[in-house]
């Protein structure tokens, strides 16, 4: 089935820091999601992907369809205390496919802000 | 909208008990998903239906566990007898055109 590779597992970092995040697949996608997880939550969808080399923002997050389509990045902005949680990437989970279906997600990546 | 609505939050049930979980999904999305997430396994795709219909329960751990879909508006996942390995926060997500939207999720304690 898809792999989804996302690193770093883990950040800390101050507040105000920049934050970057990427995520590999062993195949070619055409859509990518990139989720965040509160404590006691459920993932929340931020950014959606559909196109290589697509570069979209929602407010201070900013993500990234890489080229390859293989690849997907996302970025945080001058970080605050509540970007504190899980970001997952995400998608297709059938080789080749639409993400109509079932997604294929990332291991996730825990950010923990210092104010 | 409301988002995914799931029921009840929170659950805690003896070993042996059947344990009945709810959603309600977003009014218009046709495809309805059920997670289970734990700190050593992550996130899991337990099944998901298509247009009420069981596409891939391949996800599903054993036959303790069944999951239905009556009508576009309601899902629900069973554990019939639940066992303390099944504790566990349970997800509800339904989408359209591919995003998915996530409940709040069911938090089952099973002592």
């Known amino acids: 089935g898809q792999q989804l590779n996302q690193s770093p597992q883990s950040m800390f970092i101050q507040e105000g820091e920049d934050v970057s995040m990427n995520c590999t697949s062993s195949s070619i996608f055409n859509t990518w999601l990139w989720y965040k997880q509160d404590p006691g939550e459920g993932p929340v969808l931020l950014i959606a992907l559909y196109k290589a080399g697509e570069l979209t923002s929602n407010g201070r997050l900013t993500a990234q369809f890489g080229i390859t389509r293989k690849d997907s990045f996302l970025n945080i902005s001058a970080s605050i205390p509540s970007d504190v949680g899980i970001y997952f990437c995400a998608g297709p989970g059938n080789a080749g496919g639409t993400s109509y279906g079932k997604l294929t997600f990332g291991q996730g990546t825990i950010l923990t802000v210092h104010p | 909208d409301a988002g995914v609505i799931q029921s009840p939050r929170h659950e805690v049930t003896e070993m042996g008990q059947e344990v009945t979980l709810r959603c309600k999904p977003i009014s218009g999305h046709d495809y309805l998903f059920w997670y289970r997430q734990t700190m050593m396994r992550g996130l899991e795709l337990l099944i998901y239906?298509?247009?009420?219909?069981?596409?891939?329960d391949s996800g599903m751990p054993e036959d303790r566990f069944s999951a239905k879909m009556p009508n576009a508006s309601f899902s629900t996942l069973k554990i019939q007898p639940s066992e303390p390995r099944d504790s566990a926060v349970y997800f509800c997500a339904s989408s359209w055109r591919g995003e998915q939207y996530f409940g709040p999720g069911t938090r089952l304690t099973v002592t």
């Open positions: 239906f298509n247009n009420n219909v069981p596409i891939d």
